[in-house]
T-cell receptor, first 116, second 110 residues
């Protein structure tokens, strides 16, 4: 299994500012996923990040709002830009299990963001 | 359209009272169905992956089963520490993106 860490674990931010969330994995992975989980809701995929290529964003999410970096096979960042209270959520990093068959996705502990 | 529906939304059980959670899905070719447990304020924790109808997997008091249209997570003699939200997700054919249900919030009282 993969061990994933995220920084920060939580933050309180003012509207109009930006926050960068870091995701570190203990092994090399091809695909990394960023999710948002709003209060009381399930997980919504923001984007998929492959090393060496631009992130692929899901409908409703744009690069200007959620820029993603993927500099190597163990690390990624997600920035939440120009924040508003509606961005208050838990942001989760996730990676595929290793191997040819996708057996599961592992999730990090999440970053709890509150925007005032 | 690929879709996952979980029921009930919330379930309250007495300790030792067995029950089942349901995950119904509509998907264009199922590559896998995943169950996760999520504690408040934490990321989802992987429980099981099921690949084909008829498959079953067990872990302690939990057993997951799969048919062509739904999956059940059976909880036998639950304990208060089993209290959590249980999430179901499917992986359709020709994609690497999971589709999640909205979860069942389970509370087990002593």
């Amino acid at each position: 299994s993969a061990v994933i860490s995220q920084k920060p674990s939580r933050d309180i931010c003012q509207r109009g500012t930006s926050l960068t969330i870091q995701c570190q994995v203990d092994s090399q992975v091809t695909m990394m996923f960023w999710y948002r989980q709003q209060p009381g809701q399930s997980l919504t995929l923001i984007a998929t990040a492959n090393q060496g290529s631009e992130a692929t964003y899901e409908s409703g999410f744009v690069i200007d709002k959620f820029p993603i970096s993927r500099p190597n096979l163990t690390f990624s960042t997600l920035t939440v830009s120009n924040m508003s209270p509606e961005d208050s959520s838990i942001y989760l990093c996730s990676v595929d299990s290793s191997g040819a068959v996708k057996e599961t996705q592992y999730f990090g502990p999440g970053t709890r963001l509150l925007v005032l | 359209e690929d879709q996952v529906t979980q029921s009930p939304e919330a379930l309250r059980l007495q300790e030792g009272e067995s029950s089942s959670l349901n995950c119904s899905y509509t998907v264009s070719g199922l590559r896998g169905l995943f169950w996760y447990r999520q504690d408040p304020g934490k990321g989802p924790e992987f429980l099981f992956t099921l690949y084909s109808a008829g498959e079953e997997k067990e872990k302690e008091r939990l057993k997951a089963t799969l048919t062509k249209k739904e999956s059940f997570l059976h909880i036998t003699a639950p304990k208060p520490e089993d209290s959590a939200t249980y999430l179901c997700a499917v992986l359709p054919r020709n994609t690497d993106k999971l589709i999640f249900g909205t979860g069942t919030r389970l509370q087990v009282f002593p």
